[in-house]
């Protein structure tokens, strides 16, 4: 999300696939398509002009480079982390120039930091994708795919992909408490917000399966009043905002029955649900469990637990990124990404419903053949 953005865990997959560098769609791997806010912008905002970006230092500390580039993590996120389970490369952003020619068999990013479900969220950003425009550039990315391939082809790329939507946060953050007697606030009561936004998010959900996608990861939200930022705003003694959790609370739930009633409407599991709300928890209320020594405070940031203000040149910034469940005052680490995505993988259904995600991947890698 971006300045303001809440944890939402997320989950991927673990088939390994080799990807070609060659136009041979027989011969590529899953191609793989991203949606949605901060957690999973890999730089699309880079080209925008806004104030939700990640690509100035120490953003990007521990790639390669030790250079930002456009995530919000110290990093890789977690739609990196799913592509190394695909076996393939990252996606590169939308907006990015890289993307043509065999590029386009890899997939893309769509995603931009600071959106939300609904088109007035994030408006003090500004200039932001919103979701209604991340779907249209989807359509896009077809039309230039088929110039690419072929139509027939090209379908069936999108068709055999993965994609993973992540959203909804931001609408809570970044919008019904972003201030006092917000509008939206001031339009409805939580559990009516809530519900609003379900049948919202149910029309981008449905809009996705217009366009051709058939294997679709959603997430929820995490436990969006534990984040360092919600700590030091809003919780005079450091505990979880209350007021964010109990929309977390409503609106997960709501979530998984929407997703269930598409997969009953569309006769297929289409749509794969991730109880991101209790993975996040595991985090949170054991860190120790997982090998962290702090869930509470952001490895870069200022002020209380970390949690004030954006992390620059300036902030506070640890040492080992590893021991911190969040790098910054909104995001996970790189290493509580991977922890994220492995759980996905292959965890219970308790964590991802129906069906994991491997498990998922190999029957349909199995009717593809």
Same mark, same amino acid.
């Given at each position: 999300? #971006?300045?303001?953005?809440?944890?939402? $865990? *997320?989950?991927?997959? +673990?088939?390994?696939?080799?990807?070609? &560098? @060659?136009?041979?769609?027989?011969?590529?791997?899953? #191609?793989?398509?991203?949606?949605?806010? $901060? *957690?999973?912008?890999? +730089?699309?905002?880079?080209?925008?002009? &806004? @104030?939700?970006?990640?690509?100035?230092?120490?953003?990007?500390?521990?790639?390669?480079?030790?250079?930002?580039?456009?995530?919000?993590?110290?990093?890789?996120?977690?739609?990196?982390?799913?592509?190394?389970?695909?076996?393939?490369?990252?996606?590169?952003?939308?907006?990015?120039?890289?993307?043509?020619?065999?590029?386009?068999?890899?997939?893309?990013?769509?995603?931009?930091?600071?959106?939300?479900?609904?088109?007035?969220?994030?408006i003090?950003?500004?200039?932001?994708?919103?979701?209604?425009?991340?779907?249209?550039?989807?359509?896009?990315?077809?039309?230039?795919?088929?110039?690419?391939?072929?139509?027939?082809?090209?379908?069936?790329?999108?068709?055999?992909?993965?994609?993973?939507?992540?959203?909804?946060?931001n609408?809570?953050?970044?919008?019904?408490?972003?201030i006092?007697?917000?509008?939206?606030?001031?339009?409805?009561?939580?559990?009516?917000?809530?519900?609003?936004?379900?049948?919202?998010?149910?029309?981008?959900?449905?809009?996705?399966?217009?366009?051709?996608?058939?294997?679709?990861?959603?997430?929820?939200?995490?436990?969006?009043?534990?984040?360092?930022?919600?700590?030091?705003?809003?919780?005079?003694?450091g505990?979880?905002?209350p007021?964010?959790q109990?929309?977390?609370?409503?609106?997960?739930?709501?979530?998984?029955?929407?997703?269930?009633?598409?997969?009953?409407?569309?006769?297929?599991?289409?749509?794969?649900?991730?109880?991101?709300?209790?993975?996040?928890?595991?985090?949170?209320?054991?860190?120790?469990?997982?090998?962290?020594?702090?869930s509470?405070?952001?490895?870069?940031?200022?002020g209380?637990?970390?949690?004030?203000?954006?992390?620059?040149?300036?902030?506070?910034?640890?040492?080992?990124?590893?021991?911190?469940?969040?790098w910054?005052?909104?995001?996970?680490?790189?290493?509580?990404?991977?922890?994220?995505?492995?759980?996905?993988?292959?965890?219970?259904?308790?964590?991802?419903?129906?069906?994991?995600?491997?498990?998922?991947?190999?029957l349909?890698?199995?009717?593809?053949?």
């Open positions: 999300m #971006a300045n303001s953005m809440v944890l939402v $865990s *997320l989950m991927a997959l +673990g088939l390994l696939m080799v990807f070609s &560098t @060659t136009t041979q769609v027989e011969a590529a791997a899953r #191609a793989f398509f991203v949606f949605g806010d $901060s *957690l999973v912008d890999n +730089g699309n905002n880079n080209y925008l002009a &806004t @104030t939700a970006r990640a690509d100035s230092p120490p953003y990007g500390i521990d790639t390669p480079t030790r250079r930002p580039t456009g995530r919000f993590s110290n990093g890789k996120n977690i739609p990196d982390f799913i592509s190394d389970a695909l076996g393939s490369e990252p996606t590169l952003p939308y907006l990015s120039p890289e993307l043509r020619g065999e590029k386009l068999l890899v997939g893309a990013n769509f995603a931009s930091a600071g959106v939300g479900i609904l088109n007035d969220t994030g003090q950003f500004i200039n932001i994708i919103r979701m209604f425009r991340q779907l249209q550039y989807f359509q896009d990315y077809q039309t230039r795919l088929a110039e690419l391939i072929g139509n027939d082809e090209a379908q069936r790329i999108v068709s055999d992909s993965l994609v993973l939507i992540t959203v909804g946060g609408d809570f953050v970044n919008n019904y408490f972003l006092p007697f917000s509008a939206r606030s001031r339009q409805f009561l939580l559990p009516d917000y809530v519900t609003y936004l379900i049948s919202e998010y149910r029309k981008i959900l449905m809009r996705l399966h217009d366009l051709g996608a058939r294997r679709i990861l959603v997430t929820g939200t995490g436990p969006l009043g534990c984040v360092p930022a919600e700590r030091a705003m809003r919780s005079p003694n505990e979880c905002a007021e964010l109990q929309a977390a609370s409503l609106f997960n739930p709501q979530l998984v029955q929407m997703i269930n009633g598409l997969n009953s409407e569309y006769g297929a599991n289409i749509f794969i649900a991730a109880n991101t709300q209790l993975q996040t928890s595991d985090f949170i209320t054991n860190p120790g469990a997982y090998g962290f020594t702090t509470k405070i952001a490895c870069c940031g200022q209380p637990y970390n949690g004030i203000g954006l992390c620059t040149v300036f902030s506070n910034l640890c040492s080992n990124r590893d021991e911190y469940v969040f910054d005052p909104f995001h996970p680490s790189e290493r509580a990404n991977g922890i994220i995505v492995n759980n996905i993988v292959s965890g219970s259904t308790n964590y991802v419903s129906p069906m994991n995600l491997s498990t998922l991947l190999a349909n890698s199995d009717t593809r053949n």
